[in-house]
């Protein structure tokens, strides 16, 4: 600890939610067209999606447009690339020479990404809400039950984290690869791991994956019921809430990780 | 040799300072116990051959780099402990300050940095821009060397610190541009009480702007001290020989540069005047003419002749 106390001409360091909004300001205009470009696929599948049902009451538009979250979840995994774009560990001098704490610059950052997202997120749906209006199905949304509305936020969030932390600790290219990789094979593989580890960790490493704190039911639980045409009026916080804040704390607490990580610059 | 001493300057509260500062890269030891003491308003010139350990010393005042062991001391704040706000009073121009190769124009790019210090005076940030001519609407990843290290100038000074780190702040300039960023940093100097760490090994553009120096060599501290008593220590002698000269082994290690005519001698030769007269008449030379040297060749010699420090 220094001995003398500091200089009176030292200046203060910025503010948080000054520094926050420039990091959403800034990520909205490197990522604009990213976020927009999956706005425009979301809404451009629901619109197709709305043609299919048109006219065919036994299927649930809104139950269908939340399965088409699993779009979400693809463009949260790869978001934090767009987020991170150029600014790998070795590439944030700029960041890092900012006046914000290294830590808080980066969670800040993490943060305006997760805000954005999820603020692409709402509008898709509202646009899928317009779609469904103009099919005269509009009522079928408010027949969800919000958690699985809830839940469908809760796991882009997730995956988005971590992206987001495998982007942040992550130094090479491959970064990109491993995330997709993350989310193209590791529900399978998570799948597949805890049958293959069943015997050497009995009993139920399932959980991992798909058990009452499970990854899947934690991120996917509301898309598969509504891929099995289940309705989700029924759709309860018991279900999914558990897994769903187990999973986000640790995405977060994998964020908190990944930003220790300190290269020299 | 006690003749080849020059004091070390006492500071009692200084701007900037490290204590027994160590960084390695691996087995590389780029700083090794080094000990910097800037005054609160010097102009302090660091210089040093490239690898001398320079950037990453500034570095670590910005708490971009941690040392292994020591630590430093901005303006009374640990930087490790408190890098935010030791950041707030800092202006930094980085070696080689290439912008992040996005599609975002320099004016979002600057809007974005000014937000981030609570002190950015933006009339003073548009006399700066025009000045250096930085080209607002060109996308960062567009952006040329050049243009790069004028907008990190503009960045480093409009928020008008204390405090500016410059390391190797005129690389990429043309002329014209590094005497507009002189000119733009006199002026700063003028209006704000600012301290300045300026790391260069090119000593030509600054040295006539600074008061202190430092001379890093392999990680350490050879020399630091006032510019005026280094001068005041080193001289350029001319000294006419004949065939009965023979050079003085008293100035051996005081001889920082030297060439040898049929009939003169030209030496540059460190340590008190009269001493170094005196060891050129026991050599059999008359000593003709005896010149100050500009700051920027003084240093220039001292820093050719390893050891030359006392």
Avoid at chain 1, 248 to 262: F, H, K, P, Q
Avoid at chain 2, 119 to 148: H, K
Wanted: aromatic share 8%; hydrophobic share 50%; proline share 6%.
């Amino acid at each position: 600890m220094n001995d003398e106390a500091p200089e009176a001409d030292v200046r203060k360091a910025t503010p948080l939610w000054i520094a926050g909004s420039r990091q959403l300001t800034l990520i909205a205009a490197l990522g604009w067209q990213e976020l927009a470009a999956y706005v425009a696929f979301f809404s451009a599948a629901c619109a197709l999606m709305a043609s299919s049902v048109h006219g065919n009451p036994v299927h649930s538009y809104a139950d269908r447009q939340i399965g088409m979250h699993f779009l979400t979840l693809l463009f949260a995994a790869g978001w934090p690339l767009v987020v991170w774009r150029e600014q790998s560990p070795r590439q944030r001098a700029e960041l890092e020479s900012l006046p914000v704490g290294r830590g808080r610059a980066i969670g800040l950052r993490v943060g305006a990404g997760l805000f954005l997202l999820l603020g692409g997120w709402i509008v898709a749906n509202c646009v899928a809400f317009v779609i469904a209006a103009t099919i005269g199905r509009a009522g079928e949304f408010t027949a969800v039950s919000g958690f699985a509305w809830l839940a469908c936020a809760i796991g882009a969030a997730i995956v988005y984290l971590i992206g987001s932390a495998i982007a942040v600790a992550s130094e090479s290219p491959g970064r990109w690869v491993l995330a997709l990789l993350f989310l193209v094979y590791a529900p399978p593989l998570m799948m597949r791991l805890p049958e293959s580890l069943t015997f050497a960790l009995r009993p139920g490493p399932r959980w991992i994956y798909d058990g009452a704190l499970g990854f899947e039911r934690a991120t996917r639980l509301a898309v598969t019921e509504a891929q099995l045409d289940t309705r989700l009026a029924e759709f309860t916080p018991g279900h999914w809430l558990p897994a769903g804040l187990f999973w986000l704390a640790i995405a977060a607490a994998l964020v908190g990780l990944a930003s220790r990580r300190r290269v020299d610059l | 040799m006690m003749a080849n001493r020059i004091p070390p300057f006492v500071v009692d509260r200084p701007a900037v300072a490290t204590h027994d500062l160590t960084k390695r890269w691996g087995m590389q030891v780029v700083l090794d116990r080094a000990e910097m003491r800037v005054p609160r308003g010097a102009f302090y010139l660091l210089a040093g051959a490239n690898g001398a350990g320079k950037s990453t010393l500034l570095r670590i005042l910005m708490d971009l780099v941690r040392p292994n062991a020591g630590r430093a001391d901005v303006l009374g704040i640990d930087p490790q402990r408190a890098a935010a706000t030791a950041r707030a009073s800092i202006g930094y121009v980085p070696a080689n300050p290439s912008l992040p190769p996005n599609r975002l124009a320099l004016a979002r790019k600057l809007e974005y940095l000014a937000a981030h210090y609570m002190a950015w005076d933006a009339a003073y940030a548009t006399e700066l821009l025009q000045a250096l001519s930085v080209p607002l609407q060109r996308p960062a990843r567009s952006s040329t060397p050049s243009e790069a290290q004028r907008f990190r100038w503009v960045a480093a000074l409009a928020h008008r610190p204390p405090l500016l780190l410059l390391d190797e702040p005129f690389a990429g300039l043309d002329d014209a541009s590094r005497d507009t960023a002189l000119a733009l940093l006199t002026d700063h100097l003028a209006t704000i009480d600012t301290t300045v760490i300026l790391a260069t090994h090119d000593l030509g553009a600054a040295a006539s702007l600074a008061d202190h120096f430092g001379i890093l060599r392999e990680g350490r501290f050879e020399m630091q001290a006032r510019l005026d008593t280094l001068l005041e220590h080193i001289h350029r002698y001319r000294v006419a020989i004949d065939g009965g000269w023979q050079p003085p082994s008293a100035l051996g290690q005081a001889t920082l540069t030297r060439t040898d005519g049929e009939r003169e001698i030209e030496w540059i030769v460190w340590g008190p005047q009269a001493w170094a007269a005196e060891a050129f008449r026991a050599g059999g030379g008359t000593v003709t003419d005896v010149e100050t040297l500009p700051a920027a060749e003084a240093l220039r010699a001292v820093l050719r002749k390893k050891g030359s420090a006392g």
